[in-house]
């Protein structure tokens, strides 16, 4: 099997791209005025963040390993911000956290069919898997982590049967954390650190400690750079950070089609749990994740294209699907 960064490409494990502008943080083309899709999709975007009191925003396109479009606006509260400036990306963190749990499962160390007492015992549930709690089905609630850092598994309840209808529960992430942690022996950041961003060169990202659910701070080039990675792991069939099989499960769909959600991903779809984030120009095959601080990654393999949108803490863009279905046609419909 061909590796992505084998031979003299193993210490640049992020160096996969095919042609253009190289998708590193920090390479960013700023969108010039005179360019008029360049200024025509700044204006908007200006026009957006004005509209929407956002403090500071980074937007970026890539397509086949070039970037087409580079994005940053602030209101001048935030200090020299530009695309190089970590932002807190919600639950975008929840694909890393996945990426992790994949990775376990290329060692023989975890399947998604395992009951989560196999590794927490203590767990009140004892028919919840780890698939349940990736595709948000288990039908929990409850919130977990106490003062000193623990997590209070006595806290959980069960709102409907188990795997019979979806609500997110952001919370399943903190449980699979606690799981990584037990499998691994190590904090979650450091294994982060260790598996994707160093390999990656994804030097403005971090993960928040023993929290797997939310908590990454990160740039526009650095999710470019992990999402081009996996789409040319995908493209490719060369194995990266991941082997192609495990990319294959990231964009699988895992609730029999009733949810549109894979063990990492939302799936583009025409319900409102999180499939209409999506433009209505992306392809069916299109795949990503909102945060909750007015964020969306999105990936979209028909057309070898990745969509970054951060902003600092927009909650009224998060309170409606169309809010981010327009932004991402803007972008489609400006270069691509």
């Given at each position: 099997m061909r590796q992505i960064g084998s031979g003299r490409a193993k210490t640049d494990a992020g160096r996969i791209f095919r042609s253009g502008q190289d998708s590193a943080a920090g390479?960013?083309?700023?969108?010039?005025?005179?360019?008029?899709?360049?200024?025509?999709?700044?204006?908007?975007?200006?026009?957006?963040?004005?509209?929407?009191?956002?403090?500071?925003?980074?937007?970026?396109?890539?397509?086949?390993?070039?970037?087409?479009?580079?994005?940053?606006?602030s209101d001048g509260s935030w200090e020299n911000f530009s695309a190089d400036t970590p932002l807190a990306v919600m639950s975008i963190t929840k694909i890393f956290t996945s990426a992790l749990l994949i990775a376990l499962m290329e060692e023989g160390r975890l399947s998604l069919y395992d009951n989560v007492r196999r590794f927490i015992p203590e767990f009140p549930f004892d028919d919840v898997l780890i698939l349940h709690l990736m595709t948000h089905t288990s039908g929990l609630s409850g919130y977990l982590n106490s003062p000193d850092g623990g997590k209070i598994f006595s806290r959980l309840t069960r709102e409907f049967p188990l795997d019979t209808?979806?609500?997110?529960?952001?919370?399943?992430?903190?449980?699979l954390t606690e799981a990584l942690e037990r499998i691994t022996g190590m904090d979650i950041r450091d294994y982060a650190k260790q598996r994707i961003f160093e390999p990656l060169h994804m030097n403005a990202s971090a993960l928040e400690s023993h929290t797997g659910?939310?908590?990454?701070?990160?740039?526009?080039?650095?999710?470019i750079r992990f999402s081009r990675h996996i789409l040319e792991i995908r493209r490719t069939g060369a194995a990266g950070i991941l082997k192609p099989c495990s990319v294959d499960l990231m964009f699988r769909e895992h609730t029999r089609g009733r949810y549109d959600r894979t063990p990492a991903f939302f799936r583009k779809s025409q319900?409102?749990?999180?499939?209409?984030?999506?433009?209505?120009?992306?392809?069916?095959?299109?795949?990503?994740?909102?945060?909750?601080?007015?964020?969306?990654?999105?990936?979209?393999?028909?057309?070898?294209?990745?969509?970054?949108?951060?902003?600092?803490?927009?909650?009224?863009?998060q309170l409606s699907d169309e809010n981010f279905a327009r932004l991402n046609n803007l972008l489609m419909g400006s270069f691509l």
């Amino acid at each position: 099997m061909r590796q992505i960064g084998s031979g003299r490409a193993k210490t640049d494990a992020g160096r996969i791209f095919r042609s253009g502008q190289d998708s590193a943080a920090g390479a960013f083309p700023e969108g010039r005025e005179s360019d008029g899709k360049n200024g025509f999709c700044s204006s908007r975007l200006r026009e957006v963040r004005k509209t929407e009191q956002i403090a500071a925003m980074s937007v970026a396109v890539e397509r086949g390993g070039k970037i087409l479009y580079s994005f940053t606006d602030s209101d001048g509260s935030w200090e020299n911000f530009s695309a190089d400036t970590p932002l807190a990306v919600m639950s975008i963190t929840k694909i890393f956290t996945s990426a992790l749990l994949i990775a376990l499962m290329e060692e023989g160390r975890l399947s998604l069919y395992d009951n989560v007492r196999r590794f927490i015992p203590e767990f009140p549930f004892d028919d919840v898997l780890i698939l349940h709690l990736m595709t948000h089905t288990s039908g929990l609630s409850g919130y977990l982590n106490s003062p000193d850092g623990g997590k209070i598994f006595s806290r959980l309840t069960r709102e409907f049967p188990l795997d019979t209808n979806f609500k997110y529960y952001s919370s399943g992430y903190d449980i699979l954390t606690e799981a990584l942690e037990r499998i691994t022996g190590m904090d979650i950041r450091d294994y982060a650190k260790q598996r994707i961003f160093e390999p990656l060169h994804m030097n403005a990202s971090a993960l928040e400690s023993h929290t797997g659910k939310a908590g990454m701070m990160s740039t526009a080039g650095d999710l470019i750079r992990f999402s081009r990675h996996i789409l040319e792991i995908r493209r490719t069939g060369a194995a990266g950070i991941l082997k192609p099989c495990s990319v294959d499960l990231m964009f699988r769909e895992h609730t029999r089609g009733r949810y549109d959600r894979t063990p990492a991903f939302f799936r583009k779809s025409q319900t409102r749990r999180f499939g209409r984030y999506f433009g209505d120009l992306n392809s069916e095959e299109a795949v990503g994740h909102a945060g909750a601080s007015g964020c969306f990654l999105l990936l979209d393999p028909k057309y070898d294209a990745i969509l970054v949108i951060l902003t600092n803490g927009s909650r009224t863009i998060q309170l409606s699907d169309e809010n981010f279905a327009r932004l991402n046609n803007l972008l489609m419909g400006s270069f691509l």
